[in-house]
T-cell receptor, first 115, second 110 residues
């Protein structure tokens, strides 16, 4: 299994500011994913982050709002830009397990509140 | 869009088997069925996955119908700690994306 940590675990931010969330994995992985979970809702995939290439965003998510970095095989960041109260959510990263159909592992999440 | 449908909630008595159904009628031949659960305020936890055959591990059993259009997750002896939201997910190769549906909120009661 993979051990994933996220920083910060929670934050309260003002409208119009930006927050960068870090995801650190204890082993090298090719694929990392970023999800959003709005209050009382299921998880929604934001983007797939592969090392050495641009992130691939899902419909409804754009790079200007959610820029992603993937500088190496154990680390990624997601920035939530120009925040509004609607961005209040839990943001989670996940990583692939072994190749060939195995499980993905999720981080503990970052709980963001925008005032 | 999610390719699965699940009942929004279920109850189960502690010690009894919990049987959680999932419909995935549009599943393709190379798509796996995955089950995760999310205990309040934590990241989702992997439970089990399968393609065609029934699968069992230390946590649960997964029964997939022959036509692969539905499946059932079985927790053989539910405990209070199994109270969580359970997600049935179809994983789409080669992207390996997990597209979550709305899940089933399982409440285990004493």
């Amino acid at each position: 299994s993979a051990v994933i940590s996220q920083k910060p675990s929670r934050d309260i931010c003002q409208r119009g500011t930006s927050l960068t969330i870090q995801c650190q994995v204890d082993s090298q992985v090719t694929m990392m994913f970023w999800y959003r979970q709005q209050p009382g809702q299921s998880l929604t995939l934001i983007a797939t982050a592969n090392q050495g290439s641009e992130a691939t965003y899902e419909s409804g998510f754009v790079i200007d709002k959610f820029p992603i970095s993937r500088p190496n095989l154990t680390f990624s960041t997601l920035t939530v830009s120009n925040m509004s109260p609607e961005d209040s959510s839990i943001y989670l990263c996940s990583v692939e397990g072994r190749t060939g159909g195995d499980e993905q592992f999720f981080g503990p999440g970052t709980r963001l509140t925008v005032l | 869009d999610a390719k699965t449908t699940q009942p929004p909630s279920m109850d189960c008595a502690e010690g009894r088997a919990a049987n959680l159904p999932c419909n995935h009628s549009t599943i393709s031949g190379n798509e796996y069925v995955y089950w995760y659960r999310q205990i309040h305020s934590q990241g989702p936890q992997y439970i089990i996955h399968g393609l065609k055959n029934n699968e069992t591990n230390e946590m649960a059993s997964l029964i997939i119908t022959e036509d692969r259009k539905s499946s059932t997750l079985i927790l053989p002896h539910a405990t209070l700690r199994d109270t969580a939201v359970y997600y049935c997910i179809v994983r789409v190769p080669p992207t390996d994306k997990l597209i979550f549906g709305t899940g089933t909120r399982l409440q285990v009661f004493p």
